[in-house]
């Protein structure tokens, strides 16, 4: 899609403000409650199980939590503006969308380091209790990515939202993978390879949604 037809969208939507922003509210809300409390397990699960794949997934959902949280202040206190027209506070969600992308890129650079330390510094892996939080890791990824559906999907906050789960989507996918090959074979040196596959289509997704949000910033300047 052209960046016109956003900045169409984007004028658009100004004008259902109030409804689209609860509705988007409500949806980053119940997504934040759940990426949130799955968190924790990821956590405790990478560092028993020994596997960067699932500590990487886990901190970039750390990230989710703290960026659906951000999402959802801003579309709190939009929704509040849009009633007195105030411009600058409805620029919020946009401002929150920019810092989104650059905490994706953040999360990125850390996973890329820290597989780089384990290249250098293999470590052992529990291959089976990897596969069983990466499973769960994906089921509760689809459940927000169905929560998040029922979002305004040209929403720029909503995007950089979606960008994070999916990349979480994609940590819990490379671990499921990792995690088996790491049974049949015993091969751990695919859990760091595949957790820097995951960073650079993260960084990707990164790349073009933060050129759309600065063109979006532009144009409300």
């Known amino acids: 899609m052209s960046n016109h037809h956003h900045s169409c969208d984007a ?3 100004h004008h259902h403000v109030p409804q689209v ?9 119940i997504a934040a409650i759940i990426t949130g409390a799955f968190m924790g397990v990821e956590f405790v699960g990478g560092h028993i199980s020994g ?3 699932l500590l990487a997934d886990a901190g970039h959902m750390l990230n989710d939590f703290a960026a659906l949280l951000i999402a959802w ?5 939009s929704n509040r503006a849009s009633q007195k027209e105030n411009s600058k506070i409805k620029k919020l969600p ?3 969308a920019a ?3 650059i905490t994706l890129f953040l999360i990125a650079i850390w996973i890329i380091w820290e597989a780089y330390e384990r290249f250098n510094n293999p470590a052992p892996i529990l291959g089976r209790l990897m596969f069983f939080i990466a499973v769960l890791g994906l089921i509760i ?3 927000v990515l169905r929560v998040l559906a029922k979002a305004d999907g ?7 939202v979606n960008l994070h789960v999916m990349g979480d989507l994609l940590g819990s996918i490379a671990a499921i993978i990792a995690s088996i090959a790491i049974l049949l074979t015993g091969w751990t040196m695919i859990d760091p390879i595949l957790s820097v596959i995951v960073a650079l289509l993260i960084l990707r997704g990164a790349w073009f949604v933060g050129k759309e949000t600065l063109h979006e910033l532009k144009a409300a300047h």
């Open 51 to 53: 596997s960067l794949a």
């Open 11 to 13: 004028s658009h939507n």
């Open 94 to 96: 946009l401002y929150a």
């Open 154 to 160: 040209n929403n720029l906050n909503i995007k950089a």
């Open 99 to 101: 810092f989104n992308i």
């Open 73 to 77: 202040l801003a579309f709190q206190i």
């Open 141 to 143: 990824n689809i459940i």
């Open 21 to 29: 922003d609860a509705a988007n509210s409500r949806a980053v809300g």
